[in-house]
Every structure is written in C-alpha cells, then in structure tokens.
C-alpha cells in the first residue's frame, strides 16, 4: 500500500435539515468532546497499523464539522499528521455550513493545513432555503465567503441543489448566476434526492409516485424540467469556465476534487468516524452507527476478524468495524465501469487491464458495440466514455455494464 486517501466523519450539526438522511444531528458538548476523543484514538490506531502511509486526500465532511470549536479541528489534524504522512501536496477539504464561519476557525484551520473548503449552500433564495430547512440565509452565506476569502482561502467548493420543489429552469438560473459571479473555484450541483424517514418524504412521497408514473405532479419538477434545468447548468458553467468533469461536479481548471474523483477510480480509501466506509485490499468496510458503542469501543481498539455473510469469507477487521463485504472479481469490474463512467474523461482501458488481467474489450464487447450504436458511448484508442447523450440517460447506460 503506498497512499491512502482517507474520510474522517463529524456527525454534528446544529439542526437536521428536511431532506437530509445522513448520520449526523445536534448534540451536546460533552458528546461532541467523547467522540472526537475515540476519533483521534480511532486514527492514531489506523496510524501505527498501515506505518504512516503517505495520505493524498483528507476529506473532513459531515454533518457540520465547522459546527464545531475550532480546537477540535485542529486537535485533529495533529492526530492525523503525526499518525500519516501528509505532504504540502495533499488535498485537505473540510465541510462547512454558512453562518457557523468565524475568523477564528479559518485561521485554524489555514494553520492545520486544511487547503479547501467545501460550503453547502444549496440555494441563493432565502424561502428555498427555509423550505430546505437550513439554518442560514443566503447573507451570512455571502458573509462567510467573503471572511473565507479574506483569511486566504484560495480553493472553495459551492453545494448546490436542484430540483427543489417549485423549481424551474429560471429560478436555479438566478442562483446559479448568483454563485458564478462570486468565481468559487468549484462547483457542484446535486439534484434533490427525497428519502425515507425525513420530513421531505412525509410531505411528497405521493408526488414521488406520480412523477415515477409519468404523471402530472403538484410541486416536484418533471422530468422535462428536470432535463432542462441539468442542461442550463451545463451552459451556463461552461460559458463562465467551469469544467464539467463529473455528473454534478463543475471546476476551474486544475481544481478538480481529487478525494472524489479517486472514489471514481475505485482508489484505496479509509474512512474514520461513526458510520465511515473504508475500501482496503478489495474489502469494503463499515463502521458502527450508534455514537454512544463507538465511544465506548474506541478506548480498546483491537483487531479482530469479521465474516462477510454473502461470501461467508473471513477478514481482518477492528471492533469498530459493524461489517465487512468481499468485492467479487466481477463486482470489481462492474464498480470499475459504472463510478468511472460518472466522470466525462470515462475509464482508461490500461487502468482496466492492469488491474483485472484483460481489456475491457475482451469482457464488455457487447455492451460496448451496442451502446457506442446507441449513440450513448464513445471510443477512443486509450479511453471510454459516455456521450452528451450517454451522460444524459446515465442511469440506463451504465446499469449495462453490470453482469
């Protein structure tokens, strides 16, 4: 193993937003100071178990890290600097949230190493972003990035979110002009996913089964507003120099996320913290859920093995670990060519063969020769990727690379 990149999980925030399903919700101080005590243990123990691998992306997300003090953050990133090898040319993002920026915490974290930030502002209107349930308004937003910028931050990453209901093509337009005249060197625009068990799913889930349907719905975009709205992004992007490089990631040129696209590429990564994932040696594991098990468990951190019920394989894991699942030969593949199809430059077919013994070719003939008819696929000697139309109809493309 000669890098890793790695995610350390903050489950906090100040109040769960009304679509977010993620691991993450209030707390209180004594909470917020046990558990970032058992994640400094959790990563001394990584640290001394892979002898200070070389890191070349650290990706603190949550939750709300900049919800927190600012000595926390800077307790860890001692933890995780004397515990890896971490150069100047690692990428270190952290997540923040508007309205909990403050000159103190980008100072620290300026001082940490952290070089990029990633500020989830969803929507530029205030009513959208009430109707998200956000806790800032788009002011303190403009505030906190101009205070990101003063303190010498020069690589920012802008969340936003389409899709919303209500939406049209011409109310994310003024959001998306909004953000481009600020010239954040990236951004990334996911559309509303609406799941269950949050408020969002009580209130539309009958409108999720009438767009599923084909029919009219009441507040949830259709699909052709949908379509118009990923298409006027993509415009309006490119026409104000942001590289379309991923489905929802936009970047200036040599801005590009790293820590995400080496997901993309199927790269080595260890994920610390409540509920984080990790991808070592062709294993995939998960952390436990429940904070109050992993505070108590990380003051005796152990190896232990775990069996993968589908394969019944054992594997060395730790006891923080909740499971583990062997990634077949052919799982591999299919993951290969469904994440690196997300991004516009595709897979390289060297890649392919390196890792696997044959060319992509040899294994996806068919489906190669039948999309590339389809109009949804294109070749070049050294790569595959998706056409504009491929990209746009993902979904069905790449579901046809998987056995």
Avoid at 124 to 152: I, M, P, S, W
Avoid at 305 to 319: F, L
Avoid at 353 to 363: A, C, E, P, R, W
Wanted: glycine share 8%; aromatic share 12%; charged share 25%.
């Amino acid at each position: 193993m000669n890098e890793l990149e790695l995610y350390v999980h903050i489950p906090f925030c100040m109040k769960k937003c009304n679509y977010c399903d993620f691991l993450s919700g209030p707390s209180d101080e004594k909470t917020q100071f046990d558990y970032m005590e058992g994640l400094k243990r959790e990563i001394a123990f990584y640290g001394g178990m892979y002898g200070r691998v070389r890191l070349s992306t650290i990706y603190i997300g949550g939750g709300t890290p900049s919800w927190l003090q600012e000595s926390y953050i800077e307790e860890l990133m001692e933890v995780i600097c004397r515990s890896f090898s971490v150069g100047e040319d690692t990428e270190i993002t952290i997540e923040c949230n508007p309205g909990t920026l403050t000159k103190g915490k980008l100072d620290c974290y300026k001082r940490s190493g952290i070089s990029r930030l990633s500020i989830g502002l969803q929507s530029a209107d205030d009513g959208e972003l009430k109707l998200l349930g956000r806790v800032h308004t788009y002011d303190q937003f403009l505030r906190n990035y101009e205070l990101a910028r003063t303190c010498g931050f020069a690589n920012i990453n802008i969340d936003l979110m389409d899709c919303l209901p209500g939406h049209t093509p011409e109310k994310f337009y003024r959001t998306l002009m909004k953000v481009v005249r600020l010239n954040p060197e990236h951004i990334s625009c996911y559309t509303l996913t609406i799941e269950k068990g949050t408020p969002f799913y009580d209130r539309y889930k009958f409108d999720m089964v009438k767009l599923r349907a084909g029919m009219e719905t009441e507040e949830l975009p259709m699909e052709d507003t949908a379509y118009q709205i990923g298409k006027m992004t993509q415009d309006v992007l490119a026409q104000n120099g942001y590289m379309q490089y991923e489905i929802s990631n936009y970047a200036k040129k040599g801005y590009a996320c790293r820590h995400n696209i080496g997901y993309w590429q199927r790269k080595e990564y260890l994920g610390a913290g409540l509920g984080a994932a990790s991808l070592i040696d062709e294993v995939r594991y998960s952390n436990i859920r429940d904070i109050g098990e992993y505070i108590e468990k990380s003051f005796r951190i152990e190896r232990e093995m775990i069996t993968d019920e589908k394969s019944e394989k054992s594997v060395c894991g730790t006891n923080l670990h909740a499971d583990a699942c062997v990634i077949s030969r052919n799982a591999q593949m299919e993951e290969f060519m469904f994440l690196g199809l997300r991004m516009n430059e595709g897979i390289e077919k060297s890649r392919f063969y390196q890792k696997f013994g044959f060319t992509v070719d040899f294994i996806y003939k068919e489906v190669i020769e039948k999309l590339i008819y389809e109009g949804l696929l294109a070749e070049t000697p050294g790569r595959l990727y998706l056409t504009e139309t491929g990209m746009d109809l993902n979904n069905y493309a790449v579901s046809q690379f998987l056995f």
